[in-house]
């Protein structure tokens, strides 16, 4: 009896608990709002869309350094206002400032170099040279002298030939440094030559260039903002060596000050469709879909390879853009450089 009535009772018990327990641990399905509702445009159902990113009111200014080195002293940071040739950092100084302390030194030598050439002789060195020559002429004379009467010696042959022709010589050397002496007064009282002057001029010139080159360099140790501007982004720090040459992200990135303006890419199969007389509008991603207005600025007259991708599913990445640039109309909302912006035109 209970083999043949309990086990079918049991298994109905047990099959009924089973429904009531599926039943009730299977999720209803309800229609909830989405999260981040897809923007709703005004300007109708003939539009083009693309994807746009704030920019500030001119072409974000890439700051890099002209000479490498170690990055002493960084005096911006993200968010700073800065004027024109304002430093924004600053390269270790030491090397050159070493070199500049060298080439003044150098300069001061050929400085004082021309200054003793244009001050002409010294009234001191006159009397010495005035000295030499009296002593040159006395010498002369004796020997002028000593020479005649060897002659008279010869001609009664009490003098030997070689000695008449060594008193010859003698006398025409002391007639040689007399003539030297003279030479060289007449030196001391010509000045300097002007020529002499001239090459301690260009020495001078020469070497107040090198000096100036130093500074030049040494100026350019200290990286200043070329615009008036805001400062976007800050990649440098007191320590770290920085490359002279192009690098993907800027040591400092600035901003010109003016309306935001909002970059748009649209698909080259909608780029016949563009006008520029076309009204635009913007919405901020997210979970407030704030609209923007916006201002025909440019149309960029060159299509060029999609670099900046959504994340859409059904996006092409093999695709090229034509660039549209609007200005912001108006006080925008809390927006910044470099936020997306899901953009419509009219088609």
């Not at 960084?74 to 070493?98: M, N």
């Not at 070689?162 to 000045?191: F, P, S, T, V, W």
């Not at 059904?314 to 912001?328: G, I, M, Q, S």
């Amino acid at each position: 009896m209970l083999v043949k009535f309990g086990i079918p009772l049991i298994a109905a018990i047990a099959v009924g608990f089973g429904i009531a327990t599926l039943s009730h641990l299977t999720p209803k399905e309800q229609l909830l709002d989405a999260p981040n509702p897809p923007p709703l445009t005004r300007l109708g159902t003939n539009t083009i869309s693309g994807l746009g990113e704030v920019q500030m009111a001119g072409e974000p200014v890439a700051i890099a350094t002209p000479i490498s080195g170690i990055v002493s002293k960084v005096y911006v940071y993200p968010g700073q206002t800065v004027s024109a040739g304002e430093p924004l950092f600053a390269l270790d100084d030491r090397a050159l400032r070493a070199e500049l302390h060298n080439r003044t030194a150098t300069l001061a030598t050929v400085s004082a170099k021309l200054l003793k050439l244009k001050s002409g002789t010294r009234p001191e060195d006159l009397p010495p040279a005035r000295a030499r020559v009296e002593a040159a002429t006395a010498s002369s004379k004796r020997n002028e002298d000593a020479w005649n009467r060897a002659k008279l010696l010869v001609e009664q042959r009490a003098l030997s030939e070689e000695e008449h022709l060594a008193r010859k010589y003698i006398y025409e050397q002391a007639n040689a440094e007399l003539a030297q002496a003279k030479a060289d007064l007449a030196k001391l009282e010509a000045g300097t030559w002007c020529h002499d002057i001239e090459i301690a001029e260009h020495e001078v010139a020469s070497a107040k260039s090198s000096v100036e080159q130093v500074q030049v360099d040494l100026d350019r140790l200290v990286v200043r903002a070329p615009v008036d501007g805001l400062v976007l982004h800050v990649d440098i720090r007191p320590g770290e060596f920085a490359e002279s040459t192009k690098t993907e992200k800027p040591l400092v990135q600035l901003g010109v000050h003016g309306p935001l303006r909002v970059r748009v890419q649209v698909d080259e199969e909608d780029a016949s469709r563009v006008s520029p007389d076309a009204r635009a509008e913007a919405f901020v991603r997210g979970r407030d879909r704030t609209a923007v207005e916006l201002r025909f600025v440019r149309i960029d007259p060159r299509i060029v390879p999609k670099s900046s991708l959504t994340g859409g599913t059904t996006e092409r990445v093999d695709t090229r853009v034509l660039f549209v640039v609007y200005e912001v109309v108006g006080v925008p909302p809390r927006i910044y450089a470099g936020q997306k912006l899901d953009v419509f035109m009219e088609g």
